[in-house]
């Protein structure tokens, strides 16, 4: 089990992070929440209604696992609630940060998964990104409803406001952001050059075997490998995956708890499968007006 970070290494570590996160425009005014776990019942976190560049560690509260206050000049984050969710659920997590970076929102307020098999880095680090349902910022349905997408998943995008990163100190889960939000920027500048080209499924087997290999589980490990690409990622993580690929595929719908997410991935799979043929399709007919 990870060991919790001293007290004062904490401060200095969440007043080093909102320095970096608003000097790369990840926030803008008071936006923006981190959190580190102290103990077990211990979290220390930033302050609601203040700017994240500019914190003083000693204005940093800290609450316990219920949100109550046990010490600190000024009162806890409005978001507090999503933190105490992971940490309840997320016992290896010790951090989170959740920003509004620019590229990755961009895709949230979009509504669109992230692809999927295109850069190595991004696979083995973060692997599946998924896009978390909208709920009211800093309500307890926010933190129920990004709940069942954090069992195994590090890095997450929220529809229609922002992203959270996972890990085990506090600079793994803000290390984590600046390569989603790298991520997401080289996805849109890519898109106005061409199409995306996804890295092949031997080229993926080799990414996931490295990420097994450095203790991260993957839902694909579980997936037929046609399934590895499909930019959308059901709720549920592993065990999710477990439960459909031992069901017939008849009954494979029905196995998700989240019926419409299942509708959107089945969607985006063959809309995929689609614009992959017409790319073969274009590039035949490119290639035969050459000859
Ligand atoms: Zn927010």
Redesign the pocket.
């Known amino acids: 089990m990870t060991p919790y970070l001293a007290e004062g290494s904490a401060r200095d570590a969440l007043c080093e992070i909102g320095r970096r996160v608003w000097q790369r425009e990840y926030i803008a005014s008071n936006?923006?929440?981190f959190s580190v776990l102290l103990g077990p019942n211990r979290v220390l976190c930033t302050p609601t209604m203040v700017s994240k560049g500019f914190m003083d560690p000693a204005e940093l509260p800290v609450v316990d696992l219920d949100g109550k206050i046990i010490s600190g000049p000024k009162p806890p984050t409005s978001?507090i609630r999503v933190h105490l969710a992971i940490y309840r659920h997320r016992p290896d997590v010790r951090a989170v940060v959740?920003?509004?970076p620019p590229h990755a929102t961009a895709f949230a307020v979009v509504r669109r998964n992230l692809p999927k098999c295109i850069l190595p880095e991004v696979e083995v680090f973060l692997g599946e990104i998924p896009l978390v349902p909208y709920a009211t910022?800093g309500t307890q349905e926010f933190a129920d409803i990004t709940i069942p997408y954090m069992q195994t998943h590090n890095a997450f995008l929220?529809t229609n406001?922002?992203a959270i990163t996972l890990g085990s100190d506090p600079f793994e889960a803000y290390y984590r952001m600046e390569t989603l939000e790298q991520y997401c920027r080289i996805l849109i500048l890519a898109s106005q050059l061409g199409d995306l080209k996804e890295l092949d499924l031997s080229a993926m087997a080799d990414l996931l075997k490295l990420r097994a290999k450095l203790g991260h589980c993957d839902r694909r490990e579980h997936l037929p490998p046609q399934e590895w690409c499909t930019p959308s990622v059901p709720p549920g993580g592993v065990r999710a995956a477990n439960l459909v690929t031992e069901r017939a595929p008849s009954q494979q719908q029905s196995a998700s708890s989240d019926p419409v997410a299942w509708r959107q991935s089945l969607v985006e799979e063959i809309t995929r499968r689609v614009l992959q043929r017409l790319r073969y399709i274009r590039e035949d007919t490119e290639k035969g007006s050459e000859r």
């Open positions: 936006d923006g929440n978001e959740h920003v509004h910022p929220l406001h922002g």
